[in-house]
């Protein structure tokens, strides 16, 4: 029997099989896949840093440190005012459709731009002092699918899974407002503290064509209301949460320095709801299951990142900078898996999950003098980043791992090549330019610093 017809037929009989290959195709149906879109960007302020592969938490001296370390901040000599912009473009792999043999994925692409920094530092004797802005995070995630079945080559032919006609919309934003305070305890060692009010919002749909569904099969889910579109998830609301960030640095002498940062991340809570009209074919009553999970307060918990720095300026010309954070993207687990605890198996603590992550960040920047007040500095890096995402871990049998494999697939790690300049002119104004090439995402900043 060739793959068309063995799926084909697998189809025509799912509406028939008995209780056992009924459970694996009920509410597995309903899974609310916009989880799958879900994820952080964090951003590292200054597109000074951005050209040096984000490392800079043991550099300093310059009024991103609020974010970035803000024990740094008692190393500017004089009141600066500072601002970012910045363009993203956001590349994300989906399946659309399927042949009789193997899924089809399509690339598709989102892209945002704002202001993502703003503030302003005051230094005073050994102590220094900022108010700032920040866009920690702006996502944005659109993607639609025709209706196709998965295939597969399963023992027996047990099963058929189904996706329907379906599109996503998903945008995230998160905006830090804080104030920070750093303290120079001795001349080669400060400690800083950020306190900020961070504001997080999410405005989704999972919206799916209900009349669309593949040739031969018979909908188990279906809507409850007469409604032709099933929404499997709406969300539009924002949370206030308080987090904070404190850093220390060592400086022990011109050539070297060393800095440590740890973010807490905070956690929000927004009105969603999963699966709003849909409800479900149990076959062993014959009745239909309402599927409806309605979350008053859906939390979010913004993960915590502890990282750790060092920069060397072996001249007055170079300069190279290392950092290493580590990402606990597992703080997000708990509120998303007991949504998909029941949208699919009560085992899915194993099956689905977010990982914690290491990121690796490498820099260098290399001064030119122009006369007494004016420099140009030419910048390159690299960084590797984690899995941001929620993604199937393995461990599920054949039929349901063809599932979760094709709804909730691994982003995997993913390698950034960085680079810019930095021009200062008149002693007072810096202009800064960055560019972040990699495969999930790409960026561009310009950031101004103006010293007084």
């Known amino acids: 029997m060739n793959s068309m017809l063995r799926i084909l037929t697998c189809a ?12 694996q195709s009920s509410t597995d149906e309903a899974l609310p896949t916009s989880l799958s879109s879900f994820r952080f960007n964090f951003i590292n302020p200054g597109a000074r840093a951005t ?65 993502t920094f703003l503030s302003f530092v005051y230094p005073y004797k050994s102590w220094a002092f900022a108010f700032y ?17 998965i295939p597969g080559e399963l023992p027996g032919a047990q099963i058929a899974w189904v996706t329907n006609r379906q599109a996503s919309r998903l945008n995230f934003n998160l905006d830090n407002y804080g104030f920070s305070v750093a303290k120079r305890l001795h001349e080669t060692f400060a400690v800083g503290f950020s306190v900020r009010a961070a504001r997080l919002t999410l405005d989704g749909t999972d919206l799916s064509d209900m009349t669309q569904a593949p040739p031969l099969i018979e909908p ?5 209301d007469g ?15 308080v987090s904070f960030v404190a850093g220390v640095q060592y400086k022990p002498n011109d050539y ?21 009209n849909l409800h479900v074919f149990d076959s062993t009553s014959g009745n239909y299951i309402e599927l409806q999970q309605d979350y008053p307060e ?29 990402i606990r993207y597992t703080d997000l687990n708990d509120q998303f898996l007991a949504v998909l605890r029941q949208s699919a198996s009560p085992d899915a603590d194993a099956y689905f999950g977010w990982e914690d992550g290491d990121e690796y960040h490498a820099g260098a920047e290399y001064l030119i003098p122009i006369g007494r ?12 980043a984690p899995d941001p995402s929620i993604h199937y871990l393995g461990g599920a049998d054949a039929a349901h791992a063809l599932l979760y494999g094709t709804t909730f697939p691994e982003m995997k790690v993913d390698h950034h090549a960085t680079f810019g300049a930095g021009f200062v002119m008149f002693g007072h104004l810096q202009i800064d330019i960055a560019g972040d090439l990699a495969r999930d995402k790409d960026s561009f900043a310009i950031s101004a610093m103006y010293n007084f």
């Not at 802005?133 to 079945?149: G, M, P, S, V």
């Not at 007040?373 to 590797?384: H, M, P, T, W």
Request: hydrophobic residues 45%; proline residues 3%; aromatic residues 14%.
């Open 373 to 384: 007040n004016n420099s140009v500095a030419l910048r390159a890096g690299y960084y590797q």
């Open 133 to 149: 802005r920040q866009e920690l995070a702006n996502f944005e995630a659109n993607y639609y699918n025709a209706a196709f079945i």
């Open 12 to 23: 025509a009989v799912v509406w028939l099989l008995a209780a056992a290959a009924c459970a």
């Open 227 to 241: 409604s032709t579109i099933g929404r499997f998830m709406v969300a539009n609301d924002d949370s206030w949460a």
């Open 256 to 276: 070297v320095s060393i800095g440590a940062v740890y973010r807490y991340g905070e956690t929000h809570k927004i009105h969603t709801v999963f699966n709003e």
């Open 298 to 326: 859906f939390e979010i918990d913004v993960p915590d990142r502890l990282g750790f720095g060092i920069s060397i300026t072996p001249t007055d010309q170079w300069a190279f900078n290392f950092d290493y954070v580590r």
């Open 220 to 224: 188990q889910v279906d809507t409850n």
């Open 51 to 115: 050209a040096m592969g984000g490392a800079f938490i043991a550099q300093g001296n310059d009024a991103t440190g609020s974010e970035t370390n803000p024990a740094g901040l008692i190393f500017i000599p004089k009141p600066t005012l500072h601002g970012e912009y910045r363009y993203f473009k956001y590349f994300a792999d989906r399946a659309v459709d399927a042949t009789a043999d193997a899924v089809i994925n399509q690339q598709f692409e989102d892209s945002v731009n704002s202001i």
